[in-house]
């Protein structure tokens, strides 16, 4: 398997608001050291991935916010890729009941019990916005702005060529860059729609499965 770089979502795919596994970390240095390179691409705010996962530093890029935003570890710097939210649409979000709400450089995201209210928000403004749905959460991004996006310009600017990239992920919003990628791979505990469309399905769930594909991919246990 020529797989020269690995691509993965972050919640549900290599942990979550529990932080990631000892064990997947030490799988994922081992894959960065062989030479490869490593990206994460998730629907995640800069700040709170920092505050639950300690080893950016392994990754080469990192696409946030679904798309919209990269982060670069080795200089702790960020860049936008897409537009910010307007102050106008997310005053009009609160006052219409909006809650939960997180904005970030380029996205606003909340629960999924507000997706009536955001698409008429949007309507109504006339903006050009989509709603993007993963598990119980809703983003909303500038159109055309999604995983897959954000990823063409990480791999870009890596020289990196879509056909040696491994895409890992589990949800509704990973399936465009999986699709992108040469090597497609689901967790075990991935959505029904996201095992149909992978290269591989993996055993283990989460943290392991990811533990179980590198290991595939240098040839050695996990452990």
């Known amino acids: 398997m020529d797989v ?23 799988a994922l240095a081992r894959f960065k050291h062989s030479g490869r390179k490593l990206l994460m691409v998730s629907g995640r705010h800069l700040p709170d991935l920092k505050a639950i996962f300690n080893a950016l530093h392994l990754f080469d890029l990192v696409v946030l916010e679904n798309g919209g935003l990269l982060y670069y570890p080795a200089t702790d710097t960020t860049r936008t890729v897409a537009p910010g939210p307007s102050a106008e649409f997310v005053a009009l979000l609160r006052e219409r009941g909006v809650d939960e709400l997180q ?52 791999l870009a600017e890596l020289s990196l060529p879509a056909e040696g990239v491994a895409a890992i992920g589990d949800a509704e919003n990973d399936i465009v860059f999986l699709k992108m990628c040469g090597t497609s791979v689901a967790v075990a505990n991935a959505l029904p729609e996201v095992k149909a469309i992978a290269t591989i399905v993996t055993q283990g769930k989460r943290g392991a499965g990811v533990e179980e594909f590198i290991a595939s991919v240098l040839g050695g246990a996990t452990a």
Do not use: C, Y
């Open 103 to 154: 904005v970030g450089q380029t996205i606003v995201a909340t629960h999924t019990g507000h997706h009536e209210t955001i698409r008429d928000t949007i309507e109504d403004m006339g903006l050009d916005l989509q709603i993007i749905l993963n598990t119980d959460a809703l983003m909303v991004l500038p159109t055309g702005v999604d995983k897959a996006s954000g990823l063409m310009v990480a």
């Open 4 to 26: 020269r770089a690995i691509a993965t979502d972050f919640d549900g795919t290599l942990g979550g608001d529990d932080g990631v596994a000892d064990s997947t970390v030490a």
